[in-house]
């Protein structure tokens, strides 16, 4: 068994970069062949139409882009606007991921209490579930228990992202006004701690943005222990010396995604395969070098 | 068009109590003849018979509790957790309730950003989307900008519910030992008294815990233009008097959740359709009388 912190840092390390892609299905942008197949079909039939072409176009994104990026990050919202068959899309992407040996960080931001989270978590995570992902982000704001029962499952393979400082403007007001993302943080390096693999970081991660580069360094501080998940580096507007703060000396400790990034170009893309792949080598040189492992 | 919260409080003054009856699929508590439809088999096969076991359960009690419950509340985590097919059940859910005018407050604490709470609020409120629910729960760390999306449903004939002071022990580490609750419930506030319909409140509510009757009263005062959703009532150890600081004097501003306490008796019913309306109103009789309705 390789707890989920390790398994990150030897993808990490293989492919020599730290780019986690996002597979955000924004329908209007994806390839024109795609896009042909539901435009203009509405309802339940629309919904189904559009999510056999959503499903067939992350599969291969996936096998694109599987010997560049670390991890991918498909966005639940997105599948879940479809109904029932965007599920089925997104159950497929998640099995075809893991025949990839791909992780999957399934950007859910899930959380509640009891046995609410507990069913939350069999749903994306235990493999006898419907998706068995490798990780899942997760709203901390009911507290420290409404994540225990994705911490029970950190204790095995998988792992947990917390948000802790997201990347839209709005996030100062409840985040960083108030004292509660410090909070947060020290409970989350705490659990992750307790569980460190042979990196020395452990399986409950910190979502951290990287478009808050003057505070970047004292998250590393301030969670020696933990993996960020970061967002906004890209289209978002973060550039790849905004999160140099966040990576160990080593290199590790911190997975920058990029979705639309690395998904969607200026325009449509004569090869959308050969588009994808160059955007998504162009993103892991740079944050390679970035993050010294090139 | 009727306002979301004018809708309510015309359903709580019809009913004459303010009864939000949760639909929890816990899979050991349904009736015997529905599990026995499902125990036994697993993977995608089980799920696919425990979900449409669950979907006729959830018709049933939703048929049974039609005239008694001012509204009705799925927790989706349990759906979920059945994949795709639990999804169809959900759908099926909504759409009856939706057909006995049942007004649905989907639990599922969505909470995102930009493109991607659009895509949360399209799959979850917007009546060409698969569910057209009335209204949902949020969490709110990630800011006020994060629920815009959802704010813009409620300028129409939606609601929302913001996680405010939840009913779980360790809610307290975040939500009161630091001001960030407070900080919500102003801004939560605000977003409902723009909005106000003919019955004084809004369709921005806030969820509000029955479990910490002592604070009952200050929240009150904090949000007078909000409905709350109450957690914690029956099942989860608060009592009818607990709520009572939480009505407005004519007895609206309150709906007061039960699940398991409307679901599930002490053992297997004979008669479970008689037995979830038995319990049913008896919730609605102790609670129309708290609240002054009756």
């Not at 994104?61 to 089925?88: I, N, R, S």
């Not at 007001?173 to 659990?191: G, Y």
């Not at 990029?258 to 994808?276: C, E, H, Q």
Request: aromatic letters at 6%.
């Amino acid at each position: 068994m390789t707890p989920f912190a390790d398994r990150l840092a030897a993808r990490v390390r293989a492919t020599r970069a730290p780019l986690c892609v996002g597979i955000d299905p924004h329908l209007h942008r994806l390839p024109a062949d795609m896009r042909a197949r539901f435009e203009g079909r509405e309802g339940r039939a629309g919904r189904e139409a559009t999510a056999m072409a959503v499903g067939d176009w992350a599969v291969q994104v996936l096998e694109t882009v599987a010997d560049v990026a670390a991890a991918v990050k498909p966005q639940v919202a997105f599948f879940e606007a479809l109904g029932a068959p965007g599920v089925v899309a997104l159950e497929r992407l998640v099995h075809v991921a893991r025949d990839l040996d791909l992780p999957v960080v399934l950007d859910a931001k899930r959380g509640d209490i009891g046995s609410t989270a507990e069913a939350y978590a069999v749903g994306a995570l235990d493999d006898h579930g419907p998706l068995g992902a490798d990780s899942i982000t997760l709203a901390p704001y009911l507290g420290p228990e409404s994540l225990q029962p994705f911490l029970a499952r950190c204790d095995g393979e998988k792992g947990v992202w917390v948000l802790v400082r997201t990347s839209n403007p709005g996030a100062a007001v409840w985040q960083t006004e108030l004292p509660v993302a410090e909070r947060i943080a020290a409970w989350v390096d705490a659990e992750s701690a307790k569980r460190a693999g042979a990196c020395g970081l452990g399986p409950v991660g910190a979502v951290v943005a990287a478009t808050v580069p003057a505070e970047a360094a004292a998250w590393r501080a301030a969670m020696p222990h933990c993996w960020f998940l970061v967002p906004g580096y890209g289209a978002q507007g973060g550039g790849a010396e905004d999160v140099r703060p966040l990576f160990r000396e080593d290199g590790l400790g911190a997975l920058i995604n990029s979705s639309r990034g690395v998904l969607f170009g200026a325009g449509d893309d004569d090869d959308y395969a050969g588009a994808v792949r160059a955007r998504a080598e162009a993103a892991a040189e740079e944050l390679g070098r970035v993050a010294g492992l090139r």
